[in-house]
């Protein structure tokens, strides 16, 4: 198994740019998330889905979009970049609900200039 | 979710036992602690979790007295691989795939 993997590892963006950052998991679990990381803080929730078809907001889901339409892929959408996003973005899956069984990706590191 | 607060740094070195501890004053009754490690460039990764008492694993200790209002966990002759962010975490154990962090504590091992 990959575990959970995550695309690209790097990015630059320009101010009002769109991307998407990939997610994807092979352990067949049900439950995915989206955090950021800022510098010398801890996580904080985008997004969340607990099943395919399904998504809800997390703490700080302004100015993302998310979407499940298969049980490995959650991908995170930056509709228009600012600076304000530039983060470290990590994904998460679990095959519970226990933190238990929650599983992180490497992380994407984005920069907004 | 409960706050919870645990100093922002610790310096320790090699072979030593290291307690860090965490006060969660307004705990609820179906609230557990869970513990996180995440090491430079990488995501975080579970620790340990506990209702009351003490829970052991291979890799720490997590001591929580009975009125639950704080917790410590136990890292047992660390190492330089130690060096991490340590994160504490109070919630309902069905809230995982939402889990929300706090700032953590930044434990570095010198030799």
């Known amino acids: 198994n990959a575990g959970v993997t995550q695309t690209p590892k790097f990015q630059v963006l320009k101010t009002g740019q769109s991307m998407t950052l990939q997610c994807a998991q092979d352990m067949n679990h049900e439950y995915m998330s989206w955090y950021r990381q800022d510098p010398g803080m801890g996580l904080r929730l985008i997004h969340y889905s607990v099943g395919a078809g399904i998504t809800d907001q997390g703490e700080v889901p302004n100015g993302y979009n998310v979407s499940r339409s298969t049980t490995e892929d959650f991908p995170l959408r930056l509709l228009s970049a600012a600076p304000s996003q530039t983060s470290v973005y990590f994904c998460?899956?679990?095959?519970?609900?226990?933190?238990?069984?929650?599983?992180f990706g490497p992380g994407t590191r984005l920069l907004v200039l | 979710l409960a706050k919870t607060t645990q100093p922002i740094s610790m310096d320790s070195y090699e072979g030593q036992e290291v307690n860090i501890t965490c006060s969660h004053n307004?705990?609820?009754?179906?609230?557990?602690i869970t513990w996180y490690q995440q090491f430079p460039s990488q995501g975080p990764r579970f620790i340990i979790q506990?209702?009351?008492t003490k829970v052991t694993n291979e890799v720490a200790s997590l001591f929580i007295p009975a009125d639950r209002k704080s917790s410590t966990l136990s890292l047992p002759r660390v190492s330089l691989s130690d060096t991490a962010v340590y994160y504490c975490?109070?919630?309902?154990?069905?809230?995982?795939?939402?889990?929300?962090f706090g700032a953590g504590t930044r434990l570095f091992v010198k030799a």
């Open positions: 506990g209702y009351k």
């Open positions: 307004n705990i609820a009754t179906n609230d557990y």
């Open positions: 998460a899956s679990s095959y519970g609900t226990n933190q238990e069984t929650q599983y």
């Open positions: 975490l109070v919630g309902e154990r069905t809230g995982g795939f939402k889990t929300i």
